[in-house]
Nanobody, 121 residues
Framework: QVQLVESGGGLVQAGASLRLSCVGSRRTFTRNAMGWFRQSPGKEREFVAAISAGSDSTYIAASVKERLTISRDNGKATVYLQMNRLRPEDAAVYSC??????????????WGRGTQVTVSA
């Protein structure tokens, strides 16, 4: 069983930055690509960012491309989502997920419970 625990969310003003973290299981983390998703009330879940197991390939959604960065530290079994110049429309529950494979394309099998990001205007 892969366990994922997110942290770093909170309430910030528009224009601020946040860094989300997601800690995984050390036993499996280095083998798996990781992704970040977000969902706000009434909207479909959005695939925001992803990174391959070896950090050689990343994906950032076009809607956030200039403001979000994904990275990982395999030694700490942690994936990060750096979010800059936050906007009210970025408010959502952000969840990390494990791909169950080394490349970021494809189905994500394991999910964390999410961390809430709220952005005030």
């Amino acid at each position: 069983q892969v366990q994922l625990v997110e942290s770093g969310g909170g309430l910030v003003q528009a224009g601020a930055s946040l860094r989300l973290s997601c800690v995984g299981s050390r036993r499996t983390f280095t083998r798996n690509a990781m992704g970040w998703f977000r969902q706000s009330p009434g909207k479909e879940r959005e695939f925001v960012a992803a990174i391959s197991a070896g950090s050689d390939s990343t994906y950032i959604a076009a809607s956030v491309k200039e403001r979000l960065t994904i990275s990982r530290d395999n030694g700490k079994a942690t994936v990060y989502l750096q979010m800059n110049r936050l906007r009210p429309e970025d408010a959502a529950v952000y969840s990390c997920a494990s791909r169950g494979g080394s490349t970021w394309r494809g189905r994500y099998a394991y999910w964390g419970r999410g961390t809430q990001v709220t952005v005030s205007a």
